[in-house]
């Protein structure tokens, strides 16, 4: 099993920053996990953020976000952060975080076994 906790999450102006982190920990956790963010605002599906392998070697970023969203991760902490700026209100969701049991990272959720509880990010106009 694998436990996934995001904290970060809250209201913020248009033009703003926030820092999102997730701790992951378990029997079955391991620093060698794909690990990925993802959003999901009112009335729309799940989509796709950034994503990270275990190396930091590979790292995808949705193109809404790209050049404004930073993923990282601390192995030996088992922490991955998704350090947002420049936000809009188009960013308001829910942000999940989810581990892959895979060296090799993918941006498609259906392939990410683990998920948190979920952080809501407000941004307001």
């Known amino acids: 099993q694998v436990q996934l906790v995001e904290s970060g999450g809250g209201l913020v102006q248009a033009g703003g920053s926030l820092r999102l982190s997730c701790a992951a920990s378990g029997r079955t956790f391991s620093s060698y996990y794909a690990m990925g963010w993802f959003r999901q605002a009112p009335g729309k599906e799940r989509e796709f953020v950034a994503a990270i392998s275990w190396s930091r070697a590979n790292i995808y970023y949705a193109d809404s976000v790209k050049g404004r969203f930073t993923i990282s991760r601390d192995n030996a902490k088992n922490m991955v952060y998704l350090q947002m700026n420049s936000l809009k209100p188009e960013d308001t969701a829910v942000y999940y975080c989810?581990?892959?049991?895979?060296?090799?990272?993918?941006?498609?959720?259906?392939?990410?076994?683990?998920w948190g509880q979920g952080t809501q990010v407000t941004v307001s106009s």
């Open positions: 989810a581990a892959k049991n895979s060296v090799v990272v993918t941006v498609d959720p259906s392939e990410f076994g683990s």
